[in-house]
């Protein structure tokens, strides 16, 4: 008999509570992007916070080559959960399948982001109202979670939106 057995393990509450968790406190991510030119992935450090939905969200620059790359094609990822001690392949960590919508300083929805924002990242207040920052949400498509050994998930974006 030649069935393949799948290392991942049936997504439950515990695994999305997990994603979730990682994200919400998660004060930065690495943010992987297609660059325009070259079609080549790129990745940078981002800080993120959540919107009201559990939706993460970003604040750039337009000087920052991601900005632009996220301007021509939204699709990205990005990896949340830091290593401890230790192997750091044995801690967990989430890696998010993304379409990044950017928020304009016009938009209605700006001022309630930039609250948010600031209220995880205070620091910011000194660059968040410099004429080019904006925010994107990161909308959540897919997700691989690495819960810790033998703990390997599937996850749908709607199993990584809302609050741990």
């Known amino acids: ?3 393949k057995t799948s290392v991942l393990r049936p997504t439950d509450d515990e695994a999305r509570q997990l994603a979730r968790r990682l994200i919400s406190e998660a004060p930065h991510v690495a943010l ?3 660059e325009p030119t070259t079609g080549w992935p790129s990745i940078s450090r981002t800080i993120i916070a959540l919107d009201e939905d559990g939706v993460p969200f970003i604040l750039v620059s337009a000087l920052a080559a991601h900005t632009g790359a996220l301007k021509t094609d939204g699709r990205c990822s990005f990896l949340a959960g830091e290593p401890g001690r230790g192997d750091p392949l044995a801690h ?3 890696s998010v399948q993304a379409q ?3 928020i304009a300083r ?3 929805y700006f001022s309630a982001l930039r609250d948010r924002f600031l209220n995880r990242h205070p620091k910011a207040q000194l660059y968040i109202d410099l004429p080019d920052f904006c925010f994107f949400r990161l909308m959540p498509q897919s997700g691989s979670l690495n819960g810790g050994f033998g703990k390997a998930f599937r996850l749908e974006g ?3 939106v809302g609050r741990a």
């Open 1 to 3: 008999m030649n069935e």
């Open 32 to 34: 992987s992007v297609l």
């Open 92 to 94: 967990p960590r989430l």
């Open 100 to 102: 990044a919508q950017q």
């Open 106 to 108: 016009e938009h209605p």
């Open 158 to 160: 709607q199993d990584l």
